[in-house]
């Protein structure tokens, strides 16, 4: 990812929330009410049953008691009629309280002994809930409905005698009603209370969130606002360096550039003769005409320093690139009829580029002898003119002008320099296929 891209943009804390963290939120409240309902369900589940295996023995020594006989009888599966007479009459009373709707009572091979419903009588049962009370005597449940629509909870309760043997199953037939409610009123205050809980919990969340995002973003925003402001101070290099260091020291490296240099000509007399706020004015002109052709050309201002400006070109076809800069420079201060022009001087050469200054305070620039050596070329140019070295001049792959000699300070030997006014550019002419291949102006 692009760092500089990566600063700009602010951590996407919302949306990962959503994305991330709000499913695996929602789906872990889900879970946790899913198992607590299955866990409601198989105790309300266990105790139902359990209730009604109390029912079903109490039911079991109603009928004992009151037809011992018959109920001997019917164990022993020879019941009589007289005896079926006197089950159903005491069968009837134990069941009397209107939750039971039909009784089945089954012996040991799952046949229907006994039965509300005389059809049934006679007919083997092969249900999962039977075998199961059958086998371990275990209380069963099954939710049955009937053909019309209507549900009942068929609960199969083992019959054992004092002994704890199983002597026969009971099928009772109940409305769905007694045990829905009861399994609304045991749900309602251990799921609702938690998930309304919960619920809250993530709409709080969600807020929180959402106004961390807003600071967050506010703040980017205000960072990338500073960064943009401080980016005008600094060279494109400067930046693009920093960038590029992240967070370790930016170390020096040499380079083969082309640097610009002006300066305006009787700026001293100006500052002096005019206001300062009309010199600021002037100055923020000039500098707007210079750092635009400068920047349409690839260039990169280094450094402006009061009414002077060094600019660096790198990379292929730098020298015919500056020498447009600089044509375009040159007439468009000429065509803005500012108080005061600026002469030019340009130079090709190695550099070092890199932060210089303490670990406090530093500056981000070219430095060596090239510097130098542009600036007094540029110390050379009248007024709208361009002083650039001969070699230069032809690393852009151009001839014309007249060459002279000029003795630089600091130089041992005297360069030789080519000077064009604006009317000069025109009279250029290409050397060869090289002006063709660095696109001279």
Not at 18 to 27: E, F, H, N, Q, S
Not at 84 to 110: H, I, K, Q, S
Not at 171 to 177: A, D, F, I, K, N
């Amino acid at each position: 990812m692009d760092l500089g891209r990566a600063i700009d943009e602010p951590f996407p804390l919302r949306r990962r929330f959503r994305r991330r963290i709000l499913p695996g939120l929602l789906a872990f409240v889900a879970l946790l009410l899913g198992l607590l309902v299955a866990a409601i369900d198989r105790v309300v589940d266990g105790i139902y049953l359990e209730l009604a295996r109390e029912r079903g023995a109490e039911i079991a020594r109603e009928v004992e008691r009151a037809a011992p006989e018959a109920w001997r009888n019917l164990l022993a599966g020879r019941t009589s009629d007289a005896d079926l007479g006197a089950l159903r009459r005491v069968f009837a009373e134990a069941v009397g309280d209107g939750r039971v709707v039909n009784l089945n009572v089954y012996d040991l091979t799952g046949v229907t002994i006994f039965s509300t419903k005389p059809g049934n009588v006679g007919k083997r049962e092969d249900g999962a809930a039977l075998r199961g009370v059958l086998t371990d005597g275990s209380p069963g449940l099954v939710d049955h409905r009937e053909d019309d629509g209507s549900r009942y909870y068929e609960l199969y309760i083992p019959i054992t005698d004092s002994d704890g043997r199983l002597r026969t199953v009971f099928e009772l037939y109940e409305p769905t009603t007694f045990l829905d409610a009861l399994l609304a009123a045991s749900l309602v205050p251990p799921i609702v209370v938690p998930g309304l809980m919960l619920a809250g919990l993530v709409v709080v969340l969600v807020r929180l969130v959402g106004r961390a995002q807003a600071d967050i973003d506010a703040r980017t925003a205000a960072l990338v606002a500073l960064r943009e402001r401080l980016a005008r101070f600094v060279s494109d290099g400067a930046a693009g360096a920093a960038r590029a260091a992240g967070g370790a020291a930016i170390t020096s490296r040499r380079l083969e550039v082309c640097l610009l240099h002006t300066d305006v000509r009787g700026f001293t007399a100006f500052a002096e003769a005019n206001p300062p706020e009309e010199v600021v004015a002037f100055l923020n002109r000039l500098m707007a005409i210079q750092v635009a052709a400068v920047r349409r050309h690839g260039g990169d201002v280094d450094k402006m320093i009061g009414d002077a400006m060094l600019a660096v070109f790198t990379g292929e076809g730098r020298q015919a690139r500056a020498i447009a800069a600089a044509r375009e420079l040159l007439r468009s201060v000429e065509a803005a009829a500012l108080p005061r022009g600026v002469g030019v001087g340009l130079f090709d050469g190695p550099v070092v580029v890199g932060a210089v200054g303490p670990a406090e305070r530093q500056d981000f620039t070219v430095i060596g002898d090239s510097v130098n050596t542009v600036a007094r070329l540029c110390d050379a140019a009248d007024v709208g003119e361009l002083v650039v070295e001969a070699a230069t001049l032809a690393g852009a792959g151009l001839a014309g002008g007249v060459p002279e000699r000029l003795v630089v300070k600091g130089k041992t030997a005297p360069l030789g320099v080519v000077r064009l006014g604006t009317a000069d550019f025109e009279r250029l002419r290409m050397d060869g296929a090289a002006a063709h291949a660095t696109g001279g102006p």
